[in-house]
């Protein structure tokens, strides 16, 4: 339980981060769900535009604190694979 004025203020601003993130971590997963889902239809054209819309959405993620670097990286490189490997 918090007791100083600094540790109440720190969990009032820990809920609000936890929110904004909770909400940006959801879109990220939503548009990552649009390639898996264009990808598993086999529409190359669907699933590169997915693509397209996923990547700034993940990058946003990892500068906001979201996702390290290195998991959005390798979340963009597998999907661009299955993508290009699509009829």
């Given amino acids: 339980m918090a007791n100083t004025p600094q540790s109440k ?5 820990n809920e609000r981060r936890l929110a904004v993130n909770k909400a940006r971590r959801s879109r990220i997963r939503t548009h990552l769900r649009k390639v898996e889902e264009a ?5 190359k054209d669907a699933a590169t535009a997915a693509l397209r819309a ?3 959405e993940l990058m946003r993620g990892v500068s906001k604190g979201v996702f ?3 998991t959005a990286s390798r979340k963009v490189s597998r999907l661009s694979a299955r993508v290009k490997a699509l009829g």
């Fill in 9 to 13: 203020k720190r969990a009032r601003q």
């Fill in 39 to 43: 990808i598993a239809s086999g529409d």
């Fill in 54 to 56: 996923a990547q700034p």
């Fill in 68 to 70: 390290h670097k290195n």
